[in-house]
């Protein structure tokens, strides 16, 4: 069966700090590593990794995938509160895509 | 970027009764949707996969006769959840991906419908 865990399941930070999020994945017929933002409606797509040790950046946030280990992790630099949120791990593989639980985050002021 | 819609977004129906959930892509076809449900503080579920002219793919432990889908176009899918009962009540979001079925394209996803059965 298909897995995706996530950690930690909740972290709490100041604004300002750095997080990492981290995703592993068990997953047949991997394709692809997917992270989404979800806050309080549908998840918006941040990035897709399908290379192996290919960063991929936006803004603040960046994410790098690891196939050897089956592992991704997403990183934001200089947290603000709107960054509050659940973040969300999926991996396509044998047509469909298995997500993780997430991680909320929560920004403090 | 590619839009999905979802209607309605919120519903209320009295138990024993159905209620159809639509999912279209906006602007772009979609040959494959996927159908979702999430629990509060949950992850979200695969529930099935909708595939346009055929029948839909469910999902283990999903009842295909309870959730009734129907992928009937290129941009439009439909959930109807059949005599709805409170256990059904949930947070349904379908999805599709811009691209065909290609896994270079990430799966776009609609705003949800939030789903209470009385």
């Known amino acids: 069966e298909d897995k995706v865990v996530q950690s930690p399941l909740s972290l709490v930070v100041h604004e300002g700090d750095t997080v990492t999020l981290n995703c592993s994945y068990e997953?047949?017929?991997?394709?692809?590593l997917l992270w989404y933002k979800q806050e309080k409606k549908a998840p918006t797509f941040l990035f897709m990794l399908t290379s192996s040790g290919i960063e991929k950046k936006s803004g603040r946030l960046s994410s790098i995938l690891d196939k050897k280990e089956l592992f991704s992790i997403l990183n934001i630099t200089a947290t603000q509160t709107g960054d509050s949120a659940v973040y969300l791990c999926a991996s396509f593989g044998n047509e469909k895509l298995t997500f993780g639980t997430g991680t909320r985050l929560t920004i403090i002021p | 970027g590619a839009v999905v819609s979802q209607h309605p977004s919120r519903v209320i129906c009295k138990s024993g009764t159905s209620v159809k959930i639509e999912c279209r892509s906006l602007?772009?076809?979609?040959?494959?949707m996927f159908w979702y449900r999430q629990f509060p503080k949950q992850s979200l579920m695969l529930m099935a996969t909708s595939n346009e002219g055929s029948k839909a793919t469910y999902e283990q432990g999903v009842e295909k006769d309870k959730f009734l889908i129907n992928h009937a176009s290129l941009t439009l899918s439909t959930l109807t959840v059949t005599s709805a009962h409170p256990e059904d009540s949930s947070f349904y979001i379908c999805?599709?991906?811009?691209?065909?079925?290609?896994?270079?394209?990430?799966?776009?996803f609609g705003n949800g419908t939030r789903l209470t059965v009385t």
């Open positions: 602007d772009f076809q979609a040959t494959t």
């Open positions: 997953v047949t017929n991997f394709r692809s």
């Open positions: 999805s599709a991906r811009d691209g065909g079925n290609s896994y270079n394209s990430p799966l776009h």
